[in-house]
């Protein structure tokens, strides 16, 4: 097969790319510039997309003797994933910008381009399987990126190749230097890759700039603080509400509201959920028959509880879920995984989390 590898500089998609080799395929490399500064160095573990991972995704390809070039979708990757993230916390949702760079670029703008000019699938160092072209988890579940795919159709599936899926990461460290790659020993990039220094709520506060408003206590109420943005408050947070109450119960965000700018905060008591509704979903594979059971995963590095999964009436899901849970935020990802034991680690699809709450009562 004639395949593109996307190589980030990073050690996942250098041994990808070399695997993809080692098979016999016609592989050619791909650095994607996401960034509308890349002569910044990359700091420590943080960020992606610098001059750095440039070079030393391209030392790989090098080494491996295949043809590497580098593609520009910085401004893409602004809108799509930048300015939407943006977007979304200013209506009060709270996005996953590692989702969204998955279906629009590195699976749409990237694979597009790719088939358009004669490859037949794109070669990425994501820790997932593909068997039978159904998306699974990875054998390293502590690595397992599964979730942030699960946006990805079954077409875009089947334009996909995932070497490191049925290897732990120790493993693909090992290959990487045996092959006496420098980027054996390199630290993954965490967090959000457009704000290396990790600070979310500064990020989005020089975007939007300051709108203060009133944190308010769910049972009285009354209004027991303020603040200086409900972007920099996501719902389930624990930490760094900035207010007292009465009692010495820990708080958490129930709910915001952009519009008032009001921030809620309740008891534990008060933020567990056991209903979640989606917008319409994606399905990786053939549309299951509802309502069906399945186990559904809310965050990205949440643990799966079952549920079971209906159709609403605007197009939409509803997920009864088995057990209570907090910090069900709007427009974050609730990923299905097949139920059985047998067929547990296959992804069936996903929603994005339109609200979260208990039954209404028939």
Not at 177 to 190: I, M, N, P
Not at 278 to 285: K, S
Not at 320 to 349: H, T
């Amino acid at each position: 097969m004639r395949l593109l590898a996307a190589m980030s500089g990073g050690v996942d998609s250098a041994v990808a790319a070399a695997l993809a080799v080692d098979a016999g395929h016609d592989v050619t490399g791909v650095h994607l510039a996401l960034s509308p500064d890349r002569q910044t160095l990359r700091s420590g573990a943080r960020g992606c997309c610098s001059v750095e991972d440039a070079h030393d995704a391209r030392r790989v390809a090098d080494e491996l003797g295949i043809p590497f070039y580098v593609w520009d979708l910085a401004e893409r990757f602004t809108e799509d994933v930048v300015d939407d993230f943006v977007a979304e916390y200013a209506a009060g949702r709270t996005p996953n910008p590692c989702l969204r760079c998955n279906e629009k670029i590195k699976f749409a703008a990237v694979l597009d381009r790719a088939q358009a000019l004669g490859f037949d699938a794109v070669v990425t160092g994501h820790h997932a399987r593909l068997a039978d072209g159904q998306l699974r988890r990875s054998v390293d579940p502590a690595k397992d990126q599964s979730y942030v795919l699960a946006v990805l159709t079954a077409e875009q599936l089947a334009g996909a190749v995932f070497p490191l899926g049925s290897m732990t990461k120790q493993r693909v460290r090992e290959i990487a230097a045996e092959r006496g790659f420098a980027v054996a020993t390199k630290a993954d990039s965490h967090d959000i890759c457009f704000i290396p220094d990790g600070d979310t709520r500064g990020f989005l506060s020089r975007r939007l700039g300051e709108q203060p408003g009133p944190v308010v206590d769910a049972a009285t109420g009354a209004t027991v603080g303020e603040h200086g943005g409900t972007y920099g408050f996501t719902v389930g947070q624990r930490r760094g509400l900035g207010v007292a109450v009465g009692d010495s119960r820990p708080r958490y965000v129930l709910g915001i509201e952009p519009v008032t700018r009001t921030v809620t905060i309740g008891t534990a008591e008060q933020a567990g959920v056991t209903e979640v509704r989606t917008a319409r979903p994606t399905w990786t594979g053939p549309v299951p028959r509802l309502p069906f059971h399945a186990e559904v995963q809310l965050r990205a590095h949440g643990t799966p509880v079952p549920c079971t999964v209906s159709a609403a009436d605007d197009g939409g899901l509803v997920l009864r879920l088995g057990s209570e849970q907090r910090g069900v935020a709007p427009g974050q990802s609730a990923v299905l995984y097949a139920a059985d034991v047998e067929r547990g680690d296959l992804v069936l699809g996903q929603g994005t989390v339109v609200s979260a709450g208990h039954p209404v009562p028939a």
